[in-house]
């Protein structure tokens, strides 16, 4: 049974830092590039990032390049995204994806999905 199972969010004053984290079961972790997506109320879900099997090729939203970090931990099956310098509008529900093949942020390349965390940012 495939499960992605994020961690880590929750509610921050603009300028602030999170940490989400994202564990993985039931396939080859190894094997899937993984990315961030978040979803505001309203809004289309967007890619934040992605990061490629081996962790050396890393995707960035414009909007959030320099702010946000993808790192994975292939021996442990974890996904992270250090989240800095936060703004409101950095608020949305995160969810963690798993594609076998993946060249985009297309949401149809990612087979797996998490079920989402809240990620909350006040001024």
């Known amino acids: 049974q495939v499960q992605l199972v994020e961690s880590g969010g929750g509610s921050v004053q603009a300028g602030g830092s999170l940490r989400l984290s994202c564990v993985a079961s039931g396939f080859i972790y190894s094997e899937y590039s993984m990315a961030w997506f978040r979803q505001a109320p309203g809004k289309e879900r967007e890619g934040v990032a992605r990061i490629q099997r081996y962790g050396t090729l890393r995707w960035y939203a414009e909007s959030v390049q320099g702010r946000f970090t993808i790192s994975r931990d292939n021996a442990n099956n974890t996904l992270y995204l250090q989240m800095n310098s936060l703004k409101r509008e950095d608020s949305a529900m995160y969810y963690c994806?798993?594609?076998?093949?993946?060249?985009?942020?297309?949401?149809?390349?990612?087979?797996?999905w998490g079920s989402g965390i809240q990620v909350t940012v006040s001024s």
């Open positions: 994806a798993a594609g076998r093949f993946v060249t985009s942020f297309a949401s149809r390349e990612y087979q797996y």
